[in-house]
């Protein structure tokens, strides 16, 4: 219908309207050159929607190999990252282990000071002890002596 159904079968087909003809025939050609535009519009976005897939095909081809990249990179981060872990880990325990050790080693000598200290005391005591014996000792002995040394003068007097 449209462009069509304003036209009667009489005029279109008619020997009498020529210029019906030429009417018909120029609207033709106007038809002919949209269709031809249409079609020359419709191949060029063809074109662009083949170039566009094409594009899409090789970007989805590069995230492919970015994303596989990243994954690749996080994978290995994860792995150094419990790489670093163990070896934190394995040196913590042997600094916790040396730490213990000393701890140990310090609680002996610990033990052994308190042993020295307590041994000079008793020492200490002991020998206070002796001075204190030999001291007594020898004031008897020195009584005893001026005893004798005036004893002795006694008589060398009479």
Same mark, same amino acid.
């Given at each position: ?10 005029? $279109? !087909? ?14 033709? /050609?106007?038809i ?30 590069? /995230? &492919? *190999? ?7 990179? +996080?994978?290995? !981060?994860? $792995? ?5 872990? +163990? &070896?934190? /880990? ?7 282990q ?17 042993e ?7 020492? +200490?005591?002991? /020998?206070?002890?002796?001075?204190? *014996? ?6 008897? $002995? ?8 005036? !004893? ?7």
């Amino acid at each position: 219908s449209g462009q069509w159904g304003a036209c009667s079968a009489g005029r $279109i !087909f008619g020997a009498e309207n020529g210029s019906s003809r030429t009417a018909l025939s120029g609207r033709v /050609i106007n038809i002919w050159k949209k269709v031809r535009r249409t079609e020359a519009e419709l191949q060029s976005s063809l074109t662009t929607t083949e170039e566009t897939k094409e594009e899409c095909g090789k970007l989805r081809e590069e /995230i &492919a *190999r970015l994303t596989s990249r990243v994954e690749e990179l +996080t994978h290995q !981060f994860n $792995i150094e990252c419990s790489d670093m872990k +163990t &070896a934190l /880990i394995k040196e913590r325990n042997k600094y916790e282990q040396e730490l213990g050790e000393y701890g140990k080693e310090l609680k002996t000598v610990q033990r052994l000071l308190q042993e020295s200290n307590d041994s000079n005391r008793e020492l +200490t005591d002991q /020998i206070s002890q002796t001075e204190a *014996r030999t001291s007594h000792a020898v004031k008897v $002995i020195q009584s005893e002596a001026d005893s004798r040394v005036a !004893f002795l003068e006694a008589e060398k007097e009479e």
